[in-house]
């Protein structure tokens, strides 16, 4: 079982930045490729960036890119998201995500549905 926790959001102004942390416990991330999906209200969960276990490979959503970067230290159990340039219309909850990949560098994983651990989410909130 892995137990995950967001934290890092926050309101920041139109052009700012933030940094989102999702720690894990409960066992190690090591197997696991990470995802970030976000949903604003009234809206479905969307894909963000993912990561494969060893952090060699990512993916971003075409809204994010050039933007948001994902990483993940594997030694502190961590995932991160680095959100720069920020815009109104990145406002919503951000969720991260485990899927166990069993040391396969896959990282091509933008359904939820694909996903067996979430944590509950940290609310950005962007003011223009």
């Known amino acids: 079982q892995v137990q995950l926790v967001e934290s890092g959001g926050g309101l920041v102004q139109a052009g700012g930045s933030l940094r989102l942390s999702c720690a894990a416990s409960?066992?190690?991330?090591?197997?696991?490729?990470m995802g970030w999906f976000r949903q604003a209200p009234g809206k479905e969960r969307e894909f963000v960036a993912v990561?494969?276990?060893?952090?060699?490979?990512?993916y971003h959503a075409d809204s994010v890119k050039g933007r948001f970067t994902i990483s993940r230290d594997n030694a502190k159990n961590t995932v991160y998201l680095q959100m720069n340039s920020l815009k109104p219309e990145d406002t919503a909850v951000y969720y991260c995500?485990?899927?166990?990949?069993?040391?396969?560098?896959?990282?091509?994983?933008?359904?939820?549905?694909?996903?067996?651990?979430w944590g509950l989410g940290t609310q950005v909130t962007v003011s223009s």
């Open positions: 995500a485990a899927i166990d990949t069993y040391y396969s560098d896959s990282y091509y994983y933008t359904d939820h549905n694909q996903y067996d651990y």
């Open positions: 409960g066992r190690t991330l090591k197997t696991y490729a």
């Open positions: 990561i494969s276990w060893s952090g060699s490979n990512t």
